[in-house]
Antibody, heavy 121, light 108 residues
Framework: QVQLQESGPGLVKPSETLSLTCSVS????????WNWIRQPAGKGLEWIGR???????NHNTSLTTRLIMSVDTSKNQFSLKLTSVTAADTAVYYC???????????????WGQGTPVIVSS | DIQLTQSPSTLSASIGDRVTITCRAS??????LAWYQQKPGKAPKLLIY???TLESGVPSRFSGSGSGADFTLTISSLQPDDFATYYC??????????FGQGTKVEIK
């Protein structure tokens, strides 16, 4: 069974960088595409970005200038860095898998449990 | 960017009711729409993709329909486990993907 698990600091100071890692088990990180999605408390879902081990990446256009994503094939993990954070970046952050446009479109079939991140001094 | 508008925002229903949620896209997205169910404190769960294809393991009381810009999610007979928030998501775009604002299904 495919499992994803987010990890990282739960508290980040304003203007600093939010860093999260998603560890994947039950699937190779080279097989699919890997996404970050966030959800502010009591609000809806916002897709953040998507990465493939080959380097192909897509970003939410509202976050492009602050977003860095990477893949570590040796650890079967992928990571998110969001720079210059503000209170508006406070949310639960999820990692999720998609199988690619050609397979069944970009739909998120496996998700991590989510990790809360608070931006506050 | 494609915008998705769900209605209603909240829906009150009873066990056994037939429930319908709609999702309207700001432009045609063919049949490339997915539906998710989210319970409090949990990650969303994929229910349907390509408007009407049921994800493996999802009960058959869930169904989806529509094409172009108008879509519906129907629960044929609401069960206690179905009280949750439902989101649509377009998977038409090749570079960015968006969700609807959600529909909360509450107990009447």
């Amino acid at each position: 069974q495919v499992q994803l698990q987010e990890s990282g600091p739960g508290l980040v100071k304003p203007s600093e960088t939010l860093s999260l890692t998603c560890s994947v088990s039950g699937d190779s990180i080279t097989n699919n595409y890997w996404n970050w999605i966030r959800q502010p408390a009591g609000k809806g879902l916002e897709w953040i970005g998507r990465i493939h081990f080959s380097g192909i990446a897509n970003h939410n256009t509202s976050l492009t200038t602050r977003l860095i994503m990477s893949v570590d094939t040796s650890k079967n993990q992928f990571s998110l860095k969001l720079t210059s954070v503000t209170a508006a970046d406070t949310a639960v952050y999820y990692c999720a898998r998609d199988s690619g446009v050609e397979v069944r479109g970009v739909v998120f079939d496996f998700w991590g449990q989510g990790t809360p991140v608070i931006v506050s001094s | 960017d494609i915008q998705l508008t769900q209605s209603p925002s909240t829906l009150s229903a009873s066990i056994g009711d037939r429930v319908t949620i709609t999702c309207r896209a700001s432009q045609s997205i063919s049949n490339l729409l997915a539906w998710y169910q989210q319970k409090p404190g949990k990650a969303p769960k994929l229910l349907i993709y390509k408007a009407s294809t049921l994800e493996s393991g999802v009960p058959s009381r869930f169904s989806g329909s529509g094409s172009g810009a108008d879509f519906t999610l129907t629960i044929s007979s609401l069960q206690p486990d179905d009280f949750a928030t439902y989101y649509c998501q377009e998977h038409n775009d090749y570079s960015m993907w968006t969700f609807g604002q959600g529909t909360k299904v509450e107990i009447k």
